[in-house]
């Protein structure tokens, strides 16, 4: 809260007694007027469901999306597999999308296919070793979930620009 940074916002912790004569928290710890905490979620992260309503009242929010951090690809070996790994992201996330129940908080981030690098450009090994039991994890309890993942998997093997 903007009105408890700096001096006027000084309370004492209870590690107070350790902190050194002359230190600037010495009369207390604040937070000072040109520090701002940054943190991350994912919204629909189930385990921090509860505070997600406390945090939304007392900070800012800003969706960031998976496609808005394509420029991570920058970090794959060759240019065409970074050209196959946008277009099966994009495919794949596009998939989601049409899924009832998902929605774009659902979509596969480019930190995903940076891992590319740890399995010599393998997309199949992604599939299988990351995202496979993720996507069936989002779809538990739904119906036809095989049908669904198979749906997911044939939009992610496309490595053909898509059609949006």
Excluded: C
């Amino acid at each position: 809260d903007p009105g408890d940074r700096g001096t006027q916002g000084r309370v004492y912790t209870q590690y107070h007694n350790l902190v050194p004569e002359g230190d600037v928290f010495e009369n207390g710890f604040y937070v000072p007027e040109n520090v701002y905490i940054i943190g991350t979620m994912n919204d629909i992260d189930r385990s921090v469901e509860s505070m997600d309503f406390a945090f939304r009242r007392r900070f800012a929010f800003v969706e960031i999306k998976a496609e808005d951090r394509l420029s991570m690809l920058d970090e794959l070996n060759d240019e065409s597999l970074k050209e196959k790994a946008i277009n099966r992201l994009k495919n794949l996330n596009n998939a989601i999308s049409k899924i009832d129940g998902l929605s774009s908080a659902y979509h596969i981030g480019a930190s995903y296919f940076l891992k590319l690098n740890n399995y010599g450009g393998n997309f199949e090994d992604l599939w299988n070793y990351h995202l496979d039991g993720l996507l069936k994890e989002y779809l538990r309890g739904m119906r036809d979930v095989e049908d669904k993942v198979e749906e997911l998997k044939k939009a992610y093997d496309n490595e053909s620009a898509p059609n949006n």
